[in-house]
């Protein structure tokens, strides 16, 4: 019986899962790795992948999974951003990225290192590149202007009226008071 037989639909590569298959098979080459040796490397690593698989992954036959992705990240020796996109020859190359559609590669790169958001809503542009740090980075990967640490830092965001205490708190970054105000 089929995937579509049991009312299930198989899980379909998108434009991303197909640029993760070209540069694996890219990297994998340029490493002189048969899909056998990748395989064997990715089992020494703790994340075995058949050899057909990795071919199927290649093809986009199969899809790749976040745990997949950062086991072949680090056999390969490379962040998961060189798998994720495109190289491309300029900046203003157009890549597809799934769920965004056709932008720009060094928007999708910045976006990928998490450097900005792949895109900015016009007149909201600092707000969301504020927003995109503070729920996409720990602080301590933040950009410091000057000599400005991460105390000065929380009270500028704070002052903006953004929830920063809510998240390092969930985060465990930050101690919250307890219910009640009491301590003791």
Do not use: F
């Not at 993760?20 to 064997?40: E, I």
């Amino acid at each position: 019986m089929t995937e579509q037989q049991r009312g299930r639909r198989a899980i379909e590569v998108g434009p991303t899962g197909t640029t993760v298959g070209l540069n694996l098979g890219r990297l994998r080459k340029r490493h002189g790795l048969t899909t056998r040796q990748l395989s064997g490397a990715l089992e020494r690593a703790g994340r075995y992948i058949p050899a057909s698989g990795i071919t199927r992954m290649e093809k986009g036959e199969r899809s790749v999974t976040v745990d997949d992705l950062a086991a072949l990240c680090r056999v390969l020796g490379v962040s998961p951003s060189a798998l994720l996109l495109p190289l491309t020859s300029q900046p203003t190359d157009s890549v597809e990225v799934t769920g965004a559609g056709s932008v720009s590669a060094v928007d999708a790169w910045q976006w990928a290192n998490g450097e900005r958001p792949l895109s900015l809503t016009s007149g909201k542009e600092r707000e969301e590149l504020v927003e995109h740090r503070l729920y996409g980075l720990p602080l301590w990967l933040w950009p410091q202007s000057g000599n400005e640490d991460a105390s000065m830092m929380r009270a500028r965001l704070l002052a903006a009226g953004l929830p920063v205490d809510d998240l390092y708190g969930d985060m465990g970054m930050i101690e919250r008071p307890r219910a009640g105000g009491d301590d003791g």
